[in-house]
C-alpha cells in the first residue's frame, strides 16, 4: 500500500483527502490511500513517519509550513526562497534490503521539501497576465504572500505589500489611495478574508478607482466569487479565484512524488 497524507493543525474538512481519493478512485489506484494526520506539535512529525512505513508523500498546512524545514534532509531552491514548504517526498533509500531483512525500522527514509503553491500560482495567472500588468499589489504577508512574490520576482512584476502593519517592506490598507490603485493593475489577495463562512468580508481598499484594466486575483476558493472579487467585477476588472490554484498544486505534489529520484 502506497500512502499519502496531510499534515497540519487544526484539521477540519481537507480538500486534499477528497482530491486524492476521489483521483485513486477515478484512475484505479487501488493500492493507494490518503490519510489526514493533524498534529499541533512538529515534535511528533519523526514519529509519524516512523510509525507508518508506507508514506510515499505528504501535504503540509498550516500552521507546519515554516517548522517542518527543520526535519527535511533536503529543499529544493524555490522551496528555500520561499522560506516555506507544503509538499515533501519520501524517499526509502533501501527498501529491497530492508524489506528482505524484515527490518522495516532499519529503512532509510529521505525527506525532501518543495513549495506547490509557488507553481500552482504562476501556471494560473500567466495565461491573464497583460504588458500592462507590470506592477502588483500583494495583500497579506504570510505564507502564501510569500510564495506569490517568489513568482511576481520570477515573472519580472514589482510589487507593493499590504499588511494590517506598516513595516519597511509593506503599507498599511489605510495608505491605498487613488494613485496606487491606478498604478497597480493586478491586485492579489493573499488573506483569508472573504472565506466561507464570512463571505461578507473583503479587503478595505478604495475600490472605486478600480478598473477594466485591473486583474483581481483572490487565493481564496470557496466561494468562487468572493466579495473582493464581486467588486473587482462591478467595476470591469478581470478576475480570478484561488480554485485553479489549489488544483494544480495538488496535481504538482503527485508529479513530485512519483518522480524517479
Ligand atoms: N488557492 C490556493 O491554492 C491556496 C494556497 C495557499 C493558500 N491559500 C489561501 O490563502 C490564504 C492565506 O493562506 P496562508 O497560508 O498565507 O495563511 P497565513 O500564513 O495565515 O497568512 C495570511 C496573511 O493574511 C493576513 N491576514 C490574516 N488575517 C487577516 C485579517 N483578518 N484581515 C486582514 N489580513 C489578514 C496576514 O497578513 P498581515 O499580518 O500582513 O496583515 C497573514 O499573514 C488562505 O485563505 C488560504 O486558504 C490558497
Known amino acids: ?30 493500492d493507494c490511500v490518503y490519510e489526514v494526520y493533524s498534529i499541533p506539535n ?36 524555490a522551496a528555500k526562497a520561499i522560506d516555506a514548504v507544503n509538499c ?19 529503512m532509510k527514509v529521505k525527506l525532501i521539501g518543495y513549495n506547490t503553491d509557488a507553481y500552482g500560482f504562476e501556471k494560473s495567472l500567466t495565461p491573464l497576465l497583460q504588458k500592462y500588468h507590470q506592477e502588483a499589489l500583494v495583500f497579506g504577508t504570510g505564507g ?3 510564495a506569490v512574490t517568489y513568482i511576481l520576482d520570477k515573472l519580472d ?6 499588511s494590517r502593519k506598516s513595516g519597511r517592506k509593506q503599507i498599511k490598507y489605510e495608505d491605498l489611495n487613488k494613485e496606487i490603485i491606478e498604478d497597480h493593475l493586478l491586485i492579489i489577495n493573499t488573506t483569508p478574508l472573504g472565506m466561507a463562512p464570512n463571505i461578507n468580508d473583503c479587503p478595505d481598499i478604495p475600490y472605486e478607482y478600480l478598473t477594466s484594466k485591473h486583474l483581481l486575483y483572490d487565493l481564496v476558493y470557496n466561494p468562487e466569487e468572493t466579495e473582493f472579487l464581486k467588486r473587482g ?6 478576475i480570478k479565484n484561488g480554485m485553479e490554484m489549489l488544483l494544480l498544486q495538488a496535481e504538482k505534489a503527485w508529479e513530485i512524488w512519483n518522480e524517479k529520484p
Open 1 to 30: 500500500m502506497k500512502k499519502y497524507g496531510l499534515i497540519g493543525y487544526p484539521l477540519g474538512h481537507s480538500f486534499s483527502k477528497d482530491y486524492f481519493t476521489e483521483k485513486f478512485k477515478r484512475e484505479g489506484l487501488t
Open 157 to 162: 512584476i514589482d510589487f507593493q505589500l499590504v
Open 233 to 238: 467585477k462591478d467595476h470591469g476588472a478581470t
Open 42 to 77: 512538529l515534535s511528533d512529525f519523526e514519529e509519524l513517519i516512523k510509525e507508518n512505513p508506507d508514506l510515499c508523500g505528504l501535504n503540509v498546512t498550516i500552521p507546519h509550513k515554516i517548522g517542518v524545514m527543520y526535519y527535511l534532509d533536503k529543499i529544493d531552491d
Open 144 to 146: 502564501a504572500s510569500r
Open 88 to 106: 515533501i517526498k519520501i524517499v526509502k533509500e533501501n527498501p529491497a534490503e530492508s524489506y528482505f531483512s524484515g527490518e522495516l525500522s532499519s
